[in-house]
């Protein structure tokens, strides 16, 4: 098993910014990928962004430029740095954890824009 703990939700104004991060631990060995996803009110869960163990990364259109996903290997941790918030980014934001074809997921932490 693998247990996800993320942190660092909270309320922003647009414009302004947030870290994330969520803390793995448990059975980490060969976690692969970490992600970033986003449940807004009333809509489906999306990719916010994702690294690779090899450090390699993907977004989603709507975040490229302003947010960034990177990795401490060494703490077992993924952060996703948000810079120029904007209100259309409010959701829960759940961190996730691939091994092999198992896919673990955080407890989601609410991230709030206001105008």
């Known amino acids: 098993q693998v247990q996800l703990v993320e942190s660092g939700g909270g309320l922003v104004q647009a414009g302004g910014s947030l870290r994330l991060s969520c803390a793995a631990s448990g059975s980490i060995f060969s976690i692969n990928t970490m992600g970033w996803y986003r449940q807004p009110p009333g809509k489906q869960r999306e990719l916010v962004a994702a690294i690779t163990s090899g450090s390699s990364t993907n977004y989603a259109d709507s975040v490229k430029g302003r947010f960034t996903i990177s990795r401490d290997n060494t703490k077992n941790t993924v952060y996703l740095q948000m810079n120029s918030l904007k209100p259309e980014d409010t959701a829960v934001y759940y961190c996730?954890?691939?091994?092999?074809?198992?896919?673990?997921w955080g407890q989601g932490t609410q991230v709030t824009v206001s105008s």
């Open positions: 996730r954890a691939d091994r092999g074809f198992i896919m673990y």
